[in-house]
Structures are given as structure tokens and as C-alpha cells.
């Protein structure tokens, strides 16, 4: 079974750009590309430690340290790590950033 599988990600194969190969490349849904943009649905509302490092602008490894000590919310479904986008936004905001003030548009 496909690793990307049997984490409950979905994968699709997408053929290179490259002129006569023919290696296939795979997209992670709900993972950003290269250039940061998503390839699913962006307001996905279970996030995993990947996508949570990326909001927060740090290491998996330090979410997923944060998460063990309880200082991030999270729960657990097996041996993996999951976030609410709620509860993370919720959780940035009471850390004393304001998304309104930061990035006035």
C-alpha cells in the first residue's frame, strides 16, 4: 500500500514537464506545491503538522513539540498528529497576532 495512502492523503500522479521523459511526478493533495500554492482545497479544517509549519512560518518538528507538551492544540488519530485550522487560527490570535492590523488591506 502507498504510504501517502495509508496516511489518508490522496495522491494522483502528474507526467513532468520535462520533453521525453516519461518518470511521473506525484501531487500530494493538500500539500503546497513548490511555489506555495496548494493543490486542493486551502481551508482544509484538519491540518497536518506540515501544513500547521507553514501557517505558523516554522519546523514540523517544532509543531509537533508543541503539540506533545500541550502548548499547540492537537489530537491524534493513531500514531499521527492533526490540527483543527480553527483551533490553530484561534490559537495564533491569542498568541497576540492580528491578522488585521499586520497585513491592512
Known sequence: MDAFVASGIAAQPRKTQTPGASVSATVIQGVPDQK??????????????????????????????????????????????????SAILQWIESQGYNHNTVCAA
Open 36 to 85: 506555495g500554492q496548494s493543490t486542493s482545497d486551502r481551508e482544509s479544517p484538519v491540518l497536518n503538522p506540515n501544513q500547521v509549519a507553514i501557517l505558523l512560518q516554522c519546523h514540523a518538528k517544532t509543531v509537533l513539540r508543541l503539540a506533545q507538551a500541550g502548548k499547540l492544540p492537537a489530537f491524534r488519530v493513531g500514531k499521527l498528529w492533526r490540527f483543527s485550522r
